[in-house]
T-cell receptor, first 115, second 119 residues
Framework: NAGVTQTPKFRVLKTGQSMTLLCAQD?????MYWYRQDPGMGLRLIHY???????AKGEVPDGYNVSRLKKQNFLLGLESAAPSQTSVYFC??????????????FGPGTRLTVT | AQKVTQAQTEISVVEKEDVTLDCVYE???????LFWYKQPPSGELVFLIR??????QNEISGRYSWNFQKSTSSFNFTITASQVVDSAVYFCALSEGLISNFGNEKLTFGTGTRLTIIP
């Protein structure tokens, strides 16, 4: 199992450009999440999905869109990148809804710089 | 709204010393879960422990131990006989209760504590 993978690992964008970050998991997990990590602020939830075809907003959703067309993939889109979106982005997944919240499995992160 | 506070931004200790990382949380849920994650210099997030709100027993795993006290809303993490490999940023996180959020397992993270072990 590859676990949770993220593509790309690094990216530099110019203000106004668009891009899509791909998160893929091969563990058949139901729930997937996108977080951003900024210095001194910990990780903050951008969007999440509790199943194929469903998405919901997290704490900091503005400027981002997401899609979950396939269970194994969760895409994060930036339509018009801004310098404030310079961050490290982490994707995570959780096995399924159950009686316990399972640990979140994290991807290796994507470092995005917007100039 | 829930909140996790890690008041210690950075800590440095000499190797072999014990060190405790503090975590204080706020939540209105009666059912919740607390986590600790480690982020080494390589950047990945490594799961360390999960604890539910009904289990206040302390836990020990090798050199790591955790002290959960509901009365003070704290979930502190102690490393005994620290080693250079323990140098990392450590995050405490809180998961919302199943009843109020239909089990979506969202995590609220603290801002992290950067731990440096000096050889």
């Amino acid at each position: 199992n590859a676990g949770v993978t993220q593509t790309p690992k690094f990216r530099v964008l110019k203000t106004g450009q668009s891009m899509t970050l791909l998160c893929a998991q091969d563990m058949n997990h139901e729930y997937m999440y996108w977080y951003r990590q900024d210095p001194g602020m910990g990780l903050r939830l951008i969007h999440y999905s509790v199943g194929e075809g469903t998405t919901a907003k997290g704490e900091v959703p503005d400027g981002y869109n997401v899609s979950r067309l396939k269970k194994q993939n969760f895409l994060l889109g930036l339509e018009s990148a801004a310098p404030s979106q310079t961050s490290v982005y982490f994707c995570a997944s959780v096995p399924s809804r159950g009686t316990l919240p399972y640990e979140q499995y994290f991807g290796p992160g994507t470092r995005l710089t917007v100039t | 709204a829930q909140k996790v506070t890690q008041a210690q931004t950075e800590i440095s200790v000499v190797e072999k010393e014990d060190v405790t990382l503090d975590c204080v949380y706020e939540t209105r849920d009666t059912t919740y879960y607390l986590f600790w994650y480690k982020q080494p210099p390589s950047g990945e997030l490594v799961f360390l422990i999960r604890r539910n709100s009904f289990d206040e027993q302390n836990e020990i795993s090798g050199r790591y131990s955790w002290n959960f006290q509901k009365s003070t809303s704290s979930f502190n993490f102690t490393i005994t006989a620290s080693q250079v490999v323990d140098s990392a940023v450590y995050f405490c996180a809180l998961s919302e209760g199943l009843i109020s959020n239909f089990g979506n397992e969202k995590l609220t993270f603290g801002t992290g504590t950067r731990l440096t072990i000096i050889p």
